[in-house]
């Protein structure tokens, strides 16, 4: 197929819509494998069980906040819920922030996808920043919480 003319829109929109199409396509089987793994994960973790490994003090509750909820990763909106049972279970705050904020931008079950989308060196890096500061902000969280006057 001839390259499509420079001002010929329509004919540019044709063509990038059909590479995005065979770029999706070719990317379905794995983002099916990472849905399907997330799935298992979030059965084998139930927040009965995840409240269970908490309460041993700040900085180790939110390595172990962190690192549950990169592994588990998933929606922000189930991640409100879980952390909201895990709150009423007992958790701090610390962990549970850590939990969140790991959940939504740290994705270890997905970086196999992340890797192959955006690259490896990126995915790595951008996964490990956020894991890192998903530990500083949930020890920060409840300091700030306190100096705003926020805190219960």
Known sequence: MPEP?????????????RQTLSMAVSQ???????ALLTGLLLELLPAERMAEWFGRSDVLDAF???LAGSVASGHP?????????????GVSLI???AF???WVTVGSIQLPAEMLMLGRRFALYR???CFVLAILIAVLTPTTLQVLHLAP
Do not use: C, Q
Request: glycine content about 12%.
């Open 28 to 34: 379905l089987p794995i983002l099916i494998g990472v």
């Open 100 to 102: 969140l904020i790991s």
């Open 95 to 97: 962990a549970v922030t």
């Open 77 to 89: 909106l189930t991640s409100y819920l879980l952390g909201g049972e895990l709150l009423d279970r």
């Open 5 to 17: 003319n420079r001002f010929d829109l329509r004919g540019r929109l044709v063509a990038s819509a």
């Open 64 to 66: 172990v906040g962190a």
């Open 127 to 129: 996964n490990s920043i």
